[in-house]
């Protein structure tokens, strides 16, 4: 036997094997390439998917300057679509609607129903539909910084598609209405909150209904502050007062009913805020990780913009969204 050729052969094995792992945490369903409305997604599908049954679908907006591909391994939502059994859509920002890739979730063209960018992306939703076994009573949207600022947009403007929302370092509904306004918005806040929350409820229209909906932010979060995180809340509470029964009675407010302080193991120390309605469910969370940047919590650091020191964001989110579906 010539060793030499073989020990030179289990160095290529060797090498092959290390430039492949990243790849494993696009877990082992199909993860296919699609285009609609002149943008291009990509779809993850479970490697159990059987057309007969119905399948929850989370679509998932990524930052500026990030593509499907490092979203979703930052994220891990494809190895936990696999393990519980759901879709997931990655709709991608082209270069030529923003240079940075970010959504335009700060120009009023992409801030209402049938315009833009959340036309777009509901657009995609309703192709899988079509050509997949979707539960329309459980499709979500999450993003993290622009694609969270859009994931609040487009469950206000498509209550009708989405059953919740998942806002990972991101901003109120309409927090801005131009670059300059951005900025702004990311470093001090956006408007009045509560004004907020009653536009996205008349955006909402007569398919207004209670939104769950879910924030992490990071304390340490420059880039887009903590306040942000704060707001969001607020809206969402004035939105969901009014979607609850038509008028402002504080049926659900932004005073969380407890708040509980934990850590991960090895990690970072978090909060996590519960704000229930008056039928006494949680319908919103809030998370505020400490010490966390600007960052997707509990990701991979195989992707970009993650931090694997906190709570595992993706699997916080399936479960909350999880537990008010199967409350209802």
């Not at 593509?67 to 859509?89: I, P, R, Y």
């Not at 407890?258 to 991960?264: A, P, S």
Request: charged share 15%; aromatic share 12%.
């Amino acid at each position: 036997m010539n060793w030499k050729k073989l020990f030179q052969l289990l160095f290529v094995l060797i090498i092959c094997a290390t430039f492949l792992k990243p790849l494993s945490t696009l877990a082992s369903g199909q993860f296919i390439n699609g285009s609609y409305g002149g943008k291009t997604y990509k779809l993850y599908i479970p490697s159990h998917y059987d057309s007969n049954l119905e399948y929850p679908l989370y679509v998932m907006l990524h930052g500026c300057s990030q593509d499907a591909t490092q979203f979703s391994v930052g994220t891990k939502m494809n190895t936990l679509a696999e393990e519980k059994g759901f879709l997931v859509l990655y709709p991608e920002q082209s270069f030529y609607a923003n240079m940075s890739k970010c959504w335009n979730w700060f120009d009023p063209a992409h801030q209402k129903r049938g315009s833009g960018e959340p036309s777009v992306i509901a657009g995609m939703v309703n192709v899988i539909h079509n050509q997949y076994s979707i539960n329309e009573n459980n499709v979500y949207v999450a993003g993290l910084s622009a694609g969270a600022a859009m994931s609040v947009i487009m469950a206000a403007t498509y209550p009708d598609v989405f059953s919740g929302a998942g806002v990972g370092a991101g901003l109120e509904y309409r927090a801005a209405n131009n670059v300059l306004n951005a900025y702004t918005a990311m470093n001090s806040g956006g408007p009045n909150p509560a004004e907020q929350g009653r536009l996205a409820y008349h955006e909402m229209g007569k398919f207004s209904k209670k939104m769950p909906v879910i924030v992490f932010h990071g304390t340490a979060d420059y880039t887009v502050k903590l306040i942000n995180g704060d707001q969001v809340i607020t809206q969402w509470a004035k939105t969901n007062d009014l979607s609850a029964n038509n008028i402002e009675d504080d049926w659900i407010d932004d005073e969380a009913e407890n708040t509980e302080t934990l850590q991960v193991p090895n990690g970072r120390t978090y909060t996590i805020s519960h704000y229930e309605g008056r039928d006494g469910k949680v319908l919103m969370k809030k998370v505020f990780v400490e010490g966390m940047g600007h960052a997707w919590s509990g990701g991979s650091a195989q992707g970009s913009y993650t931090d694997p020191q906190g709570p595992d964001a993706s699997r916080m989110m399936w479960e909350f969204f999880s537990s008010y579906s199967n409350d209802e």
